[in-house]
T-cell receptor
Framework: QKEVEQNSGPLSVPEGAIASLNCTYS??????FFWYRQYSGKSPELIMS????GDKEDGRFTAQLNKASQYVSLLIRDSQPSDSATYLC???????????FGKGTSLLVTP | EPEVTQTPSHQVTQMGQEVILRCVPI?????FYWYRQILGQKVEFLVS????????KSEIFDDQFSVERPDGSNFTLKIRSTKLEDSAMYFC????????????FGPGTRLTVL
């Protein structure tokens, strides 16, 4: 069974701080990695995708990928209370395009 | 901005009844998906659909489930004989893989089986 593992949290950070969210995956052949945000009772919304080792930045968000360690992370700079949500890490299942999600990390940004 | 829509937002049914969940994907998207999320659990893939046929399905997607694109706009998930454990939020997603690999999710249908 190919797994995507995340710490469930909650991760609590003060407003303005950096939030660091981590994810590990078991399938060494995985090539595509996604971070989704899910507010309570809502559907997942894509924040970022990353395919190559290293960092990818988009505004306040930075995704980091280390395929050798099978590790992907998401950094949120200048965290805002509106960032409070569950962050889902996902990889493609097998060789297709179905997403295999982790259970998500709950982030709480306190004013 | 175009978005995926789903109806109904909430469906309550009796165990053993058939339900049909409806989705209208984004108009120029060609790849369609159904996922479900049982309360408090992770989002799970059910099935993907392309070119009028199933391209992938999970072990959850057994003979009780079927999908259809009955016309040029709708994409449906049918559960033939619902069980209590089918109670979940069901998300439809669509994708235009030619330009991006972003799967856009609809708002979901909450299915409650009594």
């Amino acid at each position: 069974q190919k797994e995507v593992e995340q710490n469930s949290g909650p991760l609590s950070v003060p407003e303005g701080a950096i939030a660091s969210l981590n994810c590990t995956y078991s399938d060494r052949g995985s090539q595509s990695f996604f971070w989704y945000r899910q507010y309570s009772g809502k559907s997942p919304e894509l924040i970022m995708s990353i395919y190559s080792n290293g960092d990818k930045e988009d505004g306040r968000f930075t995704a980091q990928l280390n395929k050798a360690s099978q590790y992907v992370s998401l950094l949120i700079r200048d965290s805002q209370p509106s960032d409070s949500a569950t962050y889902l890490c996902a990889v493609y299942k097998d060789s297709g395009y179905a997403l295999n999600f982790g259970k998500g990390t709950s982030l709480l940004v306190t004013p | 901005e175009p978005e995926v829509t789903q109806t109904p937002s909430h469906q309550v049914t009796q165990m053993g009844q058939e339900v049909i969940l409806r989705c209208v994907p984004i108009s120029n998207h060609l790849y369609f998906y159904w996922y479900r999320q049982i309360l408090g659990q992770k989002v799970e893939f059910l099935v993907s659909f392309y070119n009028n046929e199933i391209s992938e399905k999970s072990e959850i997607f057994d003979d009780q489930f079927s999908v259809e694109r009955p016309d040029g706009s709708n994409f449906t998930l049918k559960i033939r004989s619902t069980k209590l454990e089918d109670s979940a939020m069901y998300f439809c997603a669509s994708e235009n893989r030619a330009s991006t690999d972003t799967q856009y999710f609809g708002p979901g249908t909450r299915l409650t089986v009594l």
